[in-house]
């Protein structure tokens, strides 16, 4: 009976095993092993032990790149997250056109980042573009030149990102948010506390598992951006907003050097292992569950 | 009265919001009807006074814009169809079965949720290509039947649903296969609607991570069609 339900279990787990191993196992250690390697696709492969990682630490574009990503992380996240906060805040205060609303703001997740860079960037046009259209309306004499300039590309990319992934983090806090009870914020408002106090004692904490969710998923995909950059800026102007993943891409698929390639994506999964597993570590100080 | 206000001021900040999040797409649909000079004007025009409806007849002759919405749709209802069933089946097995293993073998596929794509995109290319998979349906297909994604939704579903019931229907006589079909696969059907969507619009929506970094245009779906990409061998750009 029980062995009868040993080989159903594994029968039931094939299918997935199979791909699992073909598509994921393999793979990751496969891009291991490359890391140490020099290999260009079509000749023979050529051990270089830590060549290619020392050659990453000691690569100028390689360091700036670390910096960009860590700069759009930085600033993106924060941002999406409070303002997809702010949102979900609002709307669970029961405004009319609730649904409206979240449909609207979810709209830029179901849409093809392909094709939102594309309109964004006609957007940014410091030529021909709305937004610089309506800031010298509105009496901006100093024009950024966005995707033109070292110090405006980056922002115009984690302002695309940041309306692009709003909706999700705001729909997850919204179904977070009506978890929450009523009566448990009514008590708190019979014992007097103000709103920002209920905000900061009640509603913060009981929202804390979704948030952790939240920062979680956020980081990891942000840490990952790529289309953005590919449609928007090609990492210009000057490496300007050259991030990881776009910096795997190239060395990968443009200079076929597939070993670089591969230990720049061995560094940037250690990174991101080691924020997910600092933020575990952390959740006991502030996540509160049930 | 100040609660009343109050909402107000929120509902507008929220318009202002909707806006903003709106304002994208109407420029899109905007653009799309003017002539090719007057998107480069300065300042802008909102709307066109020539609109050219025959720019949506044209991406179909200028590009094989109906063969890439076909990729792009085959691709997606494939993958999607089989995540449900590859995902379903795994989830059966972590849910509702005992054998050995079981939670290491869990704790692995759930640790693949960390694992970036990109960390696994070249030698996934690399294995596509010595398959000769490349530019083919199933080079697209099969590296994303599978997500440990999916498997994690449905398991956590599959675990709130009552052990009597399958246990009745083992009394029954009914093997593994037929409590998985005709009781949890109907009983879990909301989970498995939200993952297809999920699922389906993740592949409708993505170009990175692709097996085939540059697709032939037999097999490029509709993402890489509106890249304005230089080294492309149809000059998409163009066609705006």
Not at chain 2, 165 to 185: C, K, P, W
Request: proline share 5%; aromatic share 14%.
């Amino acid at each position: 009976m029980a062995r009868a339900e040993e080989r159903a279990a594994w029968l039931f787990l094939a299918p997935s095993l199979v791909l699992f191993l073909a598509f994921t196992v393999v793979p990751v250690i496969s891009a291991f092993i490359i890391s140490f390697t020099e290999w260009n696709l079509f000749n023979a492969v050529n051990f270089v032990g830590f060549g290619n990682y020392v050659g990453l630490l000691h690569d100028e574009i390689f360091l700036k790149v670390l910096g960009n990503t860590g700069y759009f992380v930085l600033v993106s996240v924060p941002i999406q997250i409070a303002i997809a906060l702010l949102c979900a805040l609002a709307l669970n205060r029961g405004v009319r056109g609730q649904t409206f609303f979240r449909v609207v703001y979810f709209l830029p997740v179901v849409t093809s980042t392909v094709a939102a860079a594309l309109v964004w960037s006609w957007l940014f046009n410091s030529n021909f573009g709305l937004i610089n259209a309506g800031l010298s309306l509105v009496g901006v004499t100093d024009l950024p030149k966005w995707m033109g300039s070292t110090k405006w590309a980056m922002p115009a990319v984690i302002i695309v990102s940041i309306w692009q992934n709003l909706g999700y983090a705001m729909v997850l806090f919204l179904a977070g948010l009506q978890n929450i009870h009523q009566e448990v914020r009514d008590a708190a408002e019979l014992d007097g506390a103000t709103g920002w106090d209920r905000f900061w004692t009640i509603t913060l904490p009981l929202l804390s598992p979704t948030m952790f969710f939240v920062l979680i998923i956020s980081i990891i995909g942000s840490f990952q951006v790529f289309e953005l950059v590919f449609v928007m800026t090609k990492a210009g102007p000057a490496n300007a907003t050259n991030t990881l993943v776009y910096y795997i891409y190239q060395n990968g698929f443009q200079f076929y050097q597939m070993g670089y390639a591969s230990a720049a994506a061995m560094i940037l999964f250690l990174i991101v292992l080691v924020f997910t597993l600092a933020q575990y570590r952390l959740q006991d100080r502030w996540v509160h569950y049930g | 009265m100040d609660k009343t206000l109050g909402d107000w001021v929120v509902f507008v900040l929220l318009l202002a919001g909707a806006l903003l999040m709106c304002g994208p797409f109407a420029w899109m649909i905007s653009t799309s009807f003017k002539p090719g000079p007057e998107v480069f004007l300065y300042p802008p025009t909102p709307f066109t006074a020539e609109p050219q409806y025959e720019n949506y007849v044209r991406i179909f002759s200028a590009i094989p814009f109906g063969r890439a919405i076909a990729n792009s749709l085959i691709v997606s209802a494939s993958v999607t169809i089989l995540q449900l069933i590859i995902c379903s089946l795994a989830a059966y097995a972590f849910a509702c079965l005992r054998f050995r293993g079981r939670e290491i073998l869990f704790l692995i596929y759930l640790s693949a949720l960390m694992v970036p794509s990109q960390v696994t995109l070249i030698p996934n290319f690399i294995l596509v290509r010595t398959l000769g998979w490349i530019d083919t349906y199933q080079g697209l297909i099969l590296p994303f039947a599978f997500s440990s994604f999916g498997t994690f939704l449905l398991r956590q579903y599959l675990k709130s649903i009552p052990q009597e019931l399958m246990e009745a229907a083992r009394m029954d006589g009914a093997n593994h296969f037929q409590i998985y079909s005709t009781i949890v696969l109907p009983l879990a059907k909301p989970a498995l609607g939200a993952l297809a969507i999920f699922t389906f619009v993740a592949q409708w929506t993505i170009s990175s991570g692709r097996s085939s970094p540059r697709p032939s245009p037999k097999c490029r779906s509709r993402p890489w069609r509106s890249a304005p990409s230089r080294d492309s061998t149809i000059p998409i750009g163009r066609c705006s």
